[in-house]
């Protein structure tokens, strides 16, 4: 018997950071949007394992350190059971990208492993043991479109009228996540800048509801976009190539490096990557919907 979860990756339609925490974290006023770029986590009773396959997964640890081996740990302790499965992640989700999907094989095998092992878990337990294992965990399995406050974990689900398209540009190499979040505190120090205390923007809101993919596009923001810019300048040049050929939008996804561009249809999705990978500003082009529901067993 085995079980496969199917789950989407994530784009951060406003990201905004507040001060620094005693704790190391920031408090964020994050508004996730699942789009359709999908990691597939099939777990098969067995001595914990990992495999992962997939395009481009170098960077992805296949001992314990994967997030996916440590969601099959954590639920395993919770129920007083030994973690035994064996996983494997088919990977599609960019690694280290800004697009949570680490965070993703993480919600996926805790969902598989409570099936596989017939253990009832009730949602807000299950939503708990995701935020122990990270910030962006939970969202994964709730999917849709979501404002996460706290350090990102605390979710309400955002009324989104019909499809938005998008674009996204995925770079060679990856970012580290604390050293984006370092930087956005190094960069504020040297400018004196107070990091005030985020706001969800009603723009943002009032476009979602309304499906006004010109609007949602005028109020994306990411209070980290100028330390991912810092770290990689050459996402600059990404960012400018999307503007300059009529995307609705454009904004750093969460840490980066990946570059996301709002359409206005599908038909614009296809030119505006068709124009990006002309340009070379990228290592790859991927056009997706959102949102999407969130981590779902399909077997
Ligand atoms: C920035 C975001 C935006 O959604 O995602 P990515 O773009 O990396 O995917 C998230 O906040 C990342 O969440 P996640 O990747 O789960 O991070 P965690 O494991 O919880 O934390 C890793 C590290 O990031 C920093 N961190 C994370 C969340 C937060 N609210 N404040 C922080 O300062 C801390 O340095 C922390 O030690
Ligand atoms: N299942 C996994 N998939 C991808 N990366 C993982 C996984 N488990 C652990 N990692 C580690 O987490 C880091 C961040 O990966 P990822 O979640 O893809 O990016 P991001 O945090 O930018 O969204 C990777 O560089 C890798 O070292």
């Given at each position: 018997m085995s079980v496969t979860v199917k789950v989407p990756a994530k784009v951060n339609l406003q990201l905004g950071v507040g001060p620094l925490r005693d704790d190391g974290y920031h408090d964020l006023v994050n508004v996730f949007h699942a789009v359709s770029l999908f990691d597939e986590v099939t777990v098969t009773p067995g001595p914990l394992a990992v495999t992962v396959a997939g395009a481009s997964v170098e960077?992805?640890?296949?001992?314990?350190?994967?997030l996916a081996a440590k969601a099959v740990v954590r639920l395993a302790g919770h129920l007083g059971r030994a973690p035994e499965a064996s996983v494997h992640i088919e990977k599609a989700i960019p690694v280290a990208g800004g697009m949570a999907g680490g965070s993703a094989d993480a919600a996926a095998a805790l969902l598989a492993c409570a099936r596989l092992w017939e253990a009832d878990v009730p949602l807000p337990v299950l939503m708990d043991l995701a935020a122990d294992l990270g910030s962006d965990v939970p969202f994964a399995l709730l999917g849709g479109t979501a404002v996460g406050l706290g350090r990102g974990e605390r979710l309400t689900p955002l009324s989104c009228e019909g499809e938005f398209h998008w674009v996204f540009a995925l770079a060679d190499g990856g970012l580290s996540t604390p050293a984006v979040f370092a930087e956005c505190d190094r960069l504020r120090a040297a400018f004196e800048a107070e990091a005030g205390w985020p706001h969800e923007s009603p723009d943002l809101l009032a476009a979602l509801a309304s499906g006004d993919a010109k609007a949602l596009g005028a109020a994306l923001t990411n209070d980290l976009q100028p330390a991912a810019l810092s770290l990689r300048p050459s996402l600059g040049r990404t960012l400018a190539a999307g503007r300059e050929f009529g995307a609705l939008g454009e904004l750093v996804s969460g840490s980066g490096p990946t570059c996301a561009f709002l359409a206005a249809d599908a038909e614009h999705a296809a030119e505006l990557a068709a124009a990006l990978a002309e340009a070379g500003v990228a290592r790859a082009l991927a056009a997706a919907t959102g949102p999407v529901p969130g981590a779902h067993v399909l077997s």
């Open positions: 960077g992805v640890p296949t001992g314990p350190d994967n």
